[in-house]
């Protein structure tokens, strides 16, 4: 039949010719789609019984149309990236009921009871003492299940091979780590950031270091990533009594930098911590770092003995996680930085009744993130220096 953009009224028979649904009639469909990308319609049935979601991936970035075409294919990128993590950490992704690659549609859990993490945190939430390090274990799991350490080579090599992205990321090669530093008719900024935006770009040393983090990302294959990961791509909440995390789209997966994952949720958390410092609500906002990081550290090690054999000592793996560490620092740097003066802005600060104070102190702590990498050998020295800019 091939590929076919649905609307709401096309859900309940497409749910039907999939398998997923017995009667069509019993559907009522509304589309909750929020991202830039794609479109999502949440399924249920009329007596409120049963619901489901659907994810489609258009031919075009949403919010755009059609004047900005991406390949639709974006979704079997995240279609292979939910199917690796659920072997290694299920309880962290929502279910996934089924995938169509023909129409480049996910049919998956409705997590319409949770909530965004950022939407939460922008409305002055806590982190609570669960979520940052779930999302380290998460990246943790995933990070050596899909690594040299932890597949097996013939296995690896063909994960490589269905993981490359180019399109997407190129995306992120520019938008995160080249054009904040250059005029680009992408970038944009609040009034009052004028003279950082300029520096920026004439800054020889952060351009410099920036593009040390560019070639990291274009060439080291240590892992599959999410590649997107931030406090808009977790929802929170409890179920029974128990608290819980998803980590959802991770349609820029690819095989890239451990770094980069744990740099883009800790670059997130530092900007929530300066609108929470704005606004006088500050938190837990302090402790996200060290929480994910610690979290990430310790189910690293623990699976650490399970695969390596004997050529990879324990030695080995205090650099290993010492290089995930620093470039993970340089990269949150990064995402600061095209957060505010790039294309794609955070509503953690756009929506301040004045974001220029917190923009100016999270882009100069971006800066020394990138710049000072090496030298920040703990999530309380990245705390200090937050607490100093």
Known sequence: MGYRILEPADVPAYLNERGHWANPADIEVREVSDGNMNRVFLARSTD?????????????????????PMSPERAD???????????????????ILGYDPENYALVMEDMSDLEVLRTLLNEGASYGPHTSARIGEFVAQLAFATSDFGMESAD???LLAASVSPELCKITEDVVLAEPYVEHEHNHWHEGLDDLATEFRADARLRTEVAD??????????????????TGSVMVGEREGTPVVR?????????GPIGFDLGLYWANALVSAERARALGSLTDHADQLALSWNAFESEFRHLWPTRTGTFFDDAYLDRFLRRIWTEAVGYAGTEIIRRIIGFAHLTDLTTLPDPVPASRRALLIGRELIVRRGELNTPSDVEALAEGI
Do not use: C
Not at 218 to 226: P, V
Not at 247 to 255: A, C, H, I, N
């Open 48 to 68: 409120g019984t049963r619901s489901l979601a659907v994810k489609q991936a258009l031919p075009w970035v949403r919010v755009a149309g059609p004047s900005w």
């Open 247 to 255: 980590v959802f789209d991770p349609e820029f997966s690819f095989v």
């Open 77 to 95: 990128a995240e279609a292979r990236a939910y199917e690796q993590v659920a072997k290694v950490a299920p309880d962290k992704i929502p279910a």
């Open 156 to 158: 690896r090599k063909a």
């Open 213 to 230: 983090l560019r070639h990291t990302f274009m060439t080291s294959a240590q892992a599959l990533l999410h590649g997107d990961l931030h």
